[in-house]
């Protein structure tokens, strides 16, 4: 985007092309000057306010955060070994596990209750249990009951604090929510590493893509990935930043290769060709993977590779997709269009950093893309 446009980030994410002012002159005999034009505003990128620090609700934590530091120089890569199969009796599939985020501290309080339903099939919609919280939800925000992994993460009234809990179930407006568990909390200003992606710990907004990200064009952190873990996950020791595994992992974990399973960061090695792939979003996910990689963070628990997404009463990434793009972001199971070939062409050639630490976020060195600017809310 060039300086020759001036664009402002509306509440939905979405930049809106404004008109700059224009000063009216006035003309009379004794020709006297018009007031000069005030000075055309600063253009304001995605996740950013109008003086250029980032705004917390869209893009948070501190710069340092595992979410927002970038593969570095010193990383090294080792195969992921992903490969497209019939495994299970079907093709690999892709698509997005969606994250529910809602940043309104202002909103009417939801009391969330426990129940045991998680997903073994059954109704979420009725607790069953004890009230595990209360957070902020906008009055006729709901999110009925399915199988989905439902992490979700909301920013309580004192503007600082995150609830994080999985899977949250909302059935009707107004009404009781359900969850199965909810984690710690933390702070939207902190490191942030972890949340209530059960199969990991790890956060349930750090290193989701957030609504309006692919409008600007570009993914401004580290994402969050899935895979089988039937296929994939080494037993059964977390890899960091992770803090746990699956309670199944013991049965179900039956991948090869020790340095993969949850908390791995994968990457795309920079001599991988982004200018190759033939859809605009599939090179915007590629120039992620390569700029700041992907933390797995569950299973998928069938032949799927999946990227954390937001839904939520802000937007859903699904749906901006498709309006940008004329196509869904989970293509048909067993389709070969041109942004399933970009995904099958991706996820293959992934490597793991296989020296990615506490003290050497993303392989250590000289980050790809430098720290964004502070949190200015």
């Not at 090294?76 to 199969?85: D, E, F, K, L, R």
Request: with cysteine; hydrophobic share 35%.
């Amino acid at each position: 985007m060039t300086d020759a446009f001036r664009l402002i980030v509306g509440a939905n994410g979405l930049a809106l092309l404004l008109a700059l002012p224009v000063a009216l002159v006035s003309c009379s005999s004794g020709g006297v000057a018009s007031t000069p034009p005030a000075p055309a505003p600063t253009p304001v990128g995605w996740g950013l306010l109008s003086n250029g620090s980032r705004d917390k609700t869209k893009w948070p934590f501190d710069p340092a955060s595992i979410w927002n530091t970038a593969i570095g120089s010193g990383a090294i890569y080792q195969p992921a070994g992903i490969t497209a199969n019939n495994g299970g009796g079907y093709p690999t599939n892709f698509g997005p596990d969606e994250d529910v985020i809602i940043m309104a501290p202002t909103a009417p309080e939801t009391q969330v209750y426990f129940s045991p339903v998680a997903w073994n099939g059954g109704d979420r919609c009725t607790p069953q249990g004890s009230l595990l919280a209360s957070v902020p939800v906008p009055a006729t925000y709901t999110l009925p009951s399915s199988g989905q992994n439902n992490s979700a993460a909301f920013l309580m009234p004192d503007g600082q604090t995150l609830n994080q809990n999985q899977p949250f179930t909302l059935c009707a407006a107004g009404g009781p929510a359900t969850t199965l568990v909810v984690e710690a909390s933390t702070s939207i200003y902190g490191d942030g590493p972890y949340g209530a992606h059960g199969g990991s710990g790890l956060s349930s907004v750090g290193g989701t893509i957030r609504y309006g990200e692919f409008t600007s064009g570009k993914i401004h952190h580290a994402m969050k990935m899935e895979l089988w873990a039937s296929q994939y996950y080494f037993c059964c020791t977390p890899h960091w930043p992770a803090t746990v595994v699956d309670d199944y992992a013991k049965s179900n974990y039956k991948g090869t290769n020790p340095n993969l399973g949850p908390g791995s960061l994968l990457a795309l090695p920079t001599g991988f060709d982004v200018s190759s792939l033939a859809t605009t979003p599939g090179k915007i996910l590629a120039q992620a993977f390569e700029d700041y990689g992907a933390y797995v963070v569950d299973d998928t628990a069938w032949n799927d590779w999946a990227l954390c997404t937001e839904q939520g009463p802000n937007g859903r990434v699904a749906d901006e997709f498709a309006n940008l793009y004329g196509f869904a972001f989970n293509p048909a199971q067993g389709s070969n269009t041109p942004f399933m070939q970009d995904m099958t062409s991706i996820f293959q050639s992934l490597q793991i950093v296989t020296n990615s630490s506490a003290t050497s976020i993303g392989g250590g060195g000289t980050p790809r893309v430098a720290a964004p600017p502070a949190i200015g809310n």
